[in-house]
C-alpha cells in the first residue's frame, strides 16, 4: 500500500461489547440477524500511517480478526484499558514478533501495564524469550509520544471505577483521528484536545443508560461538542440493528462494524464498494435486500 506523505489507513476490527454479537445463548433479532454488520468481535483498531502500522487492544479474537483482515504487520500495540475484553488476545502478538524478528513495542497507563502483566506475567519475566514466543518492549504512556510523523495524544475518559485512555493521532498538528471508546463521558479536556478531528470514533453501547459505558443520546451530545468531520459509533451491544439504527442518524454519524476500512488521506480517492462518508457529500448505498452485503471500504480525500 502506497500512503501519501500525511494519511491514516483504518480498519476496524471489532466493533462489538464484551461478550461480542451474537452472544451465548440468544436467540434475539440481532444476535439471530443474517446482516454481516450485526456480527461482531471484541472492539479493536488497526491504525496504519506512512510509517507505522499501530494496532489498539488485544481482544480475544485477535487471532480471528487478523485472519480475516489478512494482517500480516503490526508494529506497536496501544492499549486503552485492562478489561478483559481488550487485552486477553495479548499473546497473540507473538506471531507478529516472530515475523519480523524483535520485540513488540506495548504502550499503556501504568495502572493498565501492571494488570497485563499480571494476566501475562510468563511474557514480562521471561529474560530471554524464544523468538517464537511474544517479546515485548514496554512503555508507560505519561503524555504525548510520536510513533514515525504521527504523534499519539493520549486523553483519560472515565470508565466506571477505572480510566480508559482515549488517543488523538496527529500530523504535523492536524487532528485526523480521535479513538474514545469505553467511555461514559468524555472530559472538556479531552473535548478541547479533540475538536475539529477529521474522524471521531465512539463508544455508543445501546440506547438504554449504562453507568460506564455513553449510549447513543450522550454519544450524540459529545459529537456536537468536537463537531468531527466524520462520525463513527462502536461498542455496540445486541440491542444496536445495524439497519434499523442507521437510519436514525444525523448527517456525519454513521455507525462501524467489523471489517470496514477508511483511507483518511491529502489526496482525493475513489469511493470503494459503496459507501464514502456523507459529510463529505458522498453516498452510502446498500443492496435493496433483507441481508447486507459485506462493506469493505471508506475511501475520504481530505484537505489538510
Known amino acids: 500500500m502506497i500512503f501519501p506523505e500525511h494519511s491514516l489507513d483504518i480498519t476496524f476490527l471489532g466493533t462489538g461489547t464484551s461478550q461480542g454479537v451474537p452472544i451465548i445463548g440468544c436467540s434475539c433479532r440481532v444476535c439471530t440477524s443474517l446482516d454481516p454488520r450485526d456480527q ?10 506512512p510509517s507505522h ?9 485477535l487471532r480471528f480478526q487478523c485472519l480475516r483482515e489478512k494482517i500480516s504487520r503490526v508494529d506497536a500495540t496501544l492499549f486503552t484499558h485492562p478489561h478483559t475484553d481488550h487485552i486477553m488476545g495479548f499473546d497473540d502478538l507473538r ?16 495502572y493498565t501495564m501492571g494488570k497485563i502483566r499480571d494476566a501475562f506475567q510468563f511474557v514480562f519475566d ?33 470508565h466506571g471505577r477505572m480510566t480508559t485512555l482515549g488517543f488523538i493521532f496527529k500530523q504535523e498538528g492536524v487532528p485526523l483521528l480521535a479513538y474514545f471508546t469505553d467511555c461514559q463521558e468524555v472530559p472538556q479536556e479531552a473535548i478541547t484536545a479533540a475538536s475539529g478531528a477529521k474522524i471521531l470514533i465512539l463508544d455508543a453501547l445501546r440506547d438504554r443508560p449504562h453507568p460506564t459505558h455513553l449510549n447513543f443520546e450522550g454519544a450524540f451530545q459529545v459529537t456536537q461538542h468536537i463537531k468531527a468531520e466524520q ?29 470496514l476500512k477508511i483511507n483518511l488521506s491529502s489526496k482525493s480517492t475513489a469511493a470503494a464498494k459503496g ?4 459529510v463529505l457529500e458522498q453516498i452510502v448505498s446498500f443492496p435493496s435486500t433483507t441481508t447486507c452485503g459485506r462493506l469493505d471500504e471508506c475511501r475520504v480525500g481530505l484537505d489538510f
Not at 95 to 109: D, G, H, L, Q, S
Not at 231 to 259: N, R, W, Y
Open 275 to 278: 459507501f464514502v462518508a456523507p
Open 126 to 158: 521471561d529474560p530471554k524469550p524464544s523468538k517464537n514466543y511474544l517479546r515485548i518492549e514496554p512503555h508507560i504512556i505519561e503524555g504525548s509520544f510520536f510513533l514515525g510523523n504521527t504523534e499519539i495524544v493520549p486523553v483519560p475518559l472515565p
Open 53 to 61: 502500522h499501530i494496532l489498539i487492544d488485544t481482544t480475544p479474537d
Open 40 to 49: 461482531r468481535t471484541r472492539t479493536s483498531l488497526l491504525v496504519r500511517t
Open 231 to 259: 462520525t463513527f459509533f462502536l461498542h455496540f451491544c445486541h440491542d444496536v440493528l445495524h439497519a434499523e439504527k442507521e437510519l436514525q442518524l444525523p448527517s456525519g454519524v454513521d455507525l462501524a462494524f467489523d471489517g
Open 95 to 110: 506471531r507478529f514478533c516472530e515475523m519480523k524478528n524483535r520485540a513488540m513495542p506495548i504502550y499503556a497507563a501504568s
